[in-house]
């Protein structure tokens, strides 16, 4: 039976459940973006689809580009020849990567709807790390891409990277297309 007395307790009860299960979502939430925060800085990404620039003492992250891939702009020169003893080289920038799989870029990991992974769903993410087919499906995941171990991470440390690189600011950069072999 609903008194004034009972609804007046039910309110405040109401009320409280709701503010602790919304402080425990975002707790959650910090949780999450703190494990895939972990995972990226220990999983080497930034190595990759962070570019490099000059900075006062030599080579250093361009942050303002982070995990945005391999510059639009930047069009490396031919690739040295390859050969037997040193059979794959990376650019300066160190987003580009010459082998026997062809020219390969680092992909635009920010969440930029037009560029990057803005678009992907969190089961595509996880189905192009298990699979190392881009989006789960489409073309072949190149390396220097570890794939292969990240793939094999239990899905929550999946879900907590692509959890976190959904919450990196947008960088708009779209990056080369894959060059196979003898292109």
């Known amino acids: ?37 972990l995972l990226v800085q220990v999983g080497g990404c930034q190595d990759c689809h962070t570019p490099f620039k ?4 030599g080579p250093e992250k361009d942050v303002s580009r982070g995990l945005s891939g391999h510059p639009e702009n930047l069009r490396p020169a031919a690739p040295p020849k390859l050969d037997n003893d040193w059979n794959w080289a990376g650019s300066a920038t160190m987003t580009a990567f010459v082998g026997p799989w ?3 870029y680092a992909a635009n990991l920010t969440p930029d709807k037009e560029t990057g992974i803005g678009n992907w769903k969190e089961a595509d993410f996880m189905a192009a790390l298990r699979s190392g087919k881009h989006l789960g499906v489409a073309r072949p995941i190149m390396p220097p891409m570890p794939w292969e171990a ?5 899905p929550e440390d999946l879900k907590a990277l692509y959890a976190y690189l959904s919450a990196q600011p947008p960088v708009k950069n779209k990056v080369p297309d894959y060059q196979p072999p003898g292109r």
């Open 102 to 104: 062809g020219i390969s």
């Open 1 to 37: 039976m609903n008194t004034p007395t009972s609804l007046t307790l039910k309110f405040p009860i109401l009320a409280l459940a709701a503010l602790t299960m919304a402080s425990s979502a975002s707790a959650a939430d910090k949780a999450t973006l703190q494990r895939g925060a």
């Open 54 to 57: 000059m900075g006062p003492k």
């Open 150 to 154: 990240l793939g094999k991470l239990p």
